[in-house]
């Protein structure tokens, strides 16, 4: 009966009474535990006597209790479950306050308004995008037209050529028409001859015609030698286009060394969570994301070195209370 009876003892007790038992088995004292972990022996303390609420987080006081766990040899995540179980009043009670709270609704809408300003920032961006992509093609599309301009004036000019160079003889038909034109009338009283020369004056009239169809031609061809200037000019608006400023994120990096255990936390400016983990000896982490960037380190003599943006942090600038500092770092 006894032994039946020991599990279910040990399962009903709480974690804080777990751990002071496993503790006192190995024969070692809060302060062993404590220095262990580069904690003040009131922690510990207050673990053992289940005051969950003396430890600042949830998340660190998970992060203690796992690893004052391994120490006295238990399952950790055995007892993280029953710490679980006697943590759920507790945020209850929290959530319920934060809910009483105004600020917190404010600093939620805020987030929120946040999140949409990005949103539109990307909207804006990829309309951006496609507009010039679609000018792109309209510029690609007129480039043909102004290339087939001039070559339709040069047609133009050449068949003017041509005609200038025919020219001649047949504005030299209405001359001498005009010249001969009066031969006939003084003639005809005196000599026959007239007939042959107003007969050769009716062969060289038909040329006529045609000279005047050309004259008539040429200036109808010439607004298409204007025509191509509008097309040219219309590109000119895509120069300052890509020129309008595009609001980008500024996003920042974090690097850290540690020489023994410590508990780390790291939230960008949205609080989204880059790191809650407990480093070990010779571990090393870098991330990134939106600035200002917000660290809490739960033991501070464990951190080897801190580097933000590439520069070294010095930890001594910041308020370090029990071992333990908060700090923000901004572009």
């Keep these: 009966m006894t032994s039946d009876e020991n599990p279910q003892s040990v399962v009903s007790d709480p974690v804080g009474v777990q751990l002071k038992r496993a503790r006192e088995k190995l024969g ?15 922690i510990i303390q207050a673990i ?35 710490l679980d179980r006697e943590l759920e009043p507790l945020r209850i009670e929290r959530e319920q306050q934060q809910e009483a ?40 599309d007129s480039a043909p037209v102004t290339e087939e ?7 133009v000019q050449s068949e003017g050529d041509q005609t200038g160079g025919d020219s001649p ?6 001359v001498t028409e005009d010249a001969v034109e009066p031969e006939p009338v003084e003639e005809e009283l005196s000599a026959p001859e007239t007939e042959s020369v107003s007969g050769d004056t009716v062969a060289e009239a038909p040329p006529e015609p045609m000279a005047e169809e050309i004259t008539v031609e040429e200036p109808a061809q010439e607004p298409a030698v204007e025509q191509p200037v ?19 994120a500024d996003t920042a990096s974090l ?15 949205d609080g989204n969570r880059l790191v ?7 571990d090393r982490i870098n991330v990134s994301g939106d600035a200002p960037l917000r660290v809490v380190i739960g033991a501070v003599d464990a951190v080897g070195s801190v580097r933000f943006q590439g520069e070294t942090v010095d930890l001594g600038d910041f308020r370090v209370a029990n071992n333990r500092t908060e700090f923000t770092l901004s572009l």
């Design 28 to 42: 070692l004292g809060v302060e062993d535990i404590a220095r262990a972990q580069h904690l003040r022996p009131a």
């Design 48 to 82: 053992e006597n289940s005051e969950h609420t003396r430890v600042d987080s949830e998340l660190f006081l998970k992060g203690y209790v796992r690893t004052y766990a391994s120490q006295v040899g238990l399952d950790p995540d055995s007892i993280i479950t029953d």
């Design 101 to 140: 709270n105004p600020l917190v609704d404010i600093e939620r809408r805020r987030r929120q308004k946040r999140r949409m300003a990005k949103i539109l920032v990307w909207i804006l961006a990829v309309a951006l995008a496609g507009y010039l992509g679609y000018r792109f093609v309209l510029q690609d």
């Design 149 to 155: 301009a001039p070559e339709q004036t040069s047609g």
């Design 169 to 174: 003889s047949g504005s030299e038909a209405p």
């Design 230 to 248: 509008p097309v040219v000019e219309e590109p000119e608006p895509l120069v300052e286009n890509p020129e309008e400023p595009v609001v980008v």
């Design 255 to 269: 690097e850290m060394t540690f020489t023994a255990d410590c508990w780390v936390q790291v939230s960008d400016a």
């Design 276 to 282: 809650a983990s407990l480093q070990r000896q010779g």
